[in-house]
């Protein structure tokens, strides 16, 4: 057993790397969760394979219960939905948190926990800012954790428009938090 084992109680919904293996139970979970932003299996495995560190499932016993996908990218550009992201950004300015989705019996920290793992994954990169789309009015849990709403202009508003009425694109500083 890994140290880093040894420090999760294996008990309880925990979040660990993703694997392909684990696309079919992704895929079950987002079309249940966000039936109207649905995305190929195959956008969710380049994903994966571009930047796996930041690609994980949530554990629950012997069920996947949730996952969140993170990749590099710059600050005020969205990707497509269901869009291949081609290749990562030589010059990312930040991590970009494409989906968090957490069955609802396990929600009550898994998002916290999941962030917590980016930021410390950005740090370790040099990378001092998250960002994400928040949807399904989740712009006030979002602000407990840190990001601020950025102001969109004409452009940015184009690129939020698909993800529905009051999707709000958010930064994360971690130099201030
Ligand atoms: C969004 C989602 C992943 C959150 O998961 P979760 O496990 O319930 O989130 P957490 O409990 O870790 O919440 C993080 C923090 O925000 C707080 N919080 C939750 N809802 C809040 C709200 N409406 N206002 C302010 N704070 C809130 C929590 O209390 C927690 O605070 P703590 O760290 O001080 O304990 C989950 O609700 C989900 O899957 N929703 C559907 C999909 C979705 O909307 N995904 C996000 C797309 S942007």
């Known amino acids: 057993m890994s140290e880093a084992d040894q420090r999760i109680d294996m008990s309880k919904p925990h979040w660990r790397p993703a694997c392909t293996s684990d696309l079919p139970a992704i895929s079950a979970i987002a079309a249940r969760i966000h ?22 499932v949530l554990v629950a016993g012997e069920d996947i219960a949730g996952y969140g996908l993170t990749h590099p990218w710059t600050q005020n550009r969205i990707p497509p939905l269901d869009g291949f992201l081609e290749r990562l950004p030589d010059d990312a300015d930040c991590l ?17 926990d999941y962030i917590a793992a980016v930021a410390e994954l950005a740090r370790a990169s040099g990378i001092t800012t998250l960002a ?46």
Do not use: I, N, Q
């Open 132 to 177: 994400l789309v928040s949807v399904y009015g989740t712009r006030p849990l979002w602000e407990h954790l840190g990001f601020r709403p950025v102001t969109a202009d004409a452009d940015l508003r184009a690129k939020l428009a698909p993800y529905g009425d009051g999707a709000t694109y958010m930064l994360r500083d971690l130099a201030a938090t």
């Open 35 to 56: 039936p109207d932003l649905a995305e190929r299996p195959e956008v969710v495995a380049e994903k994966m394979r571009l930047y796996p560190d930041g690609c994980r």
């Open 96 to 112: 970009y948190v494409h989906d968090v989705a957490v069955l609802p019996h396990v929600r009550g920290g898994a998002a916290r």
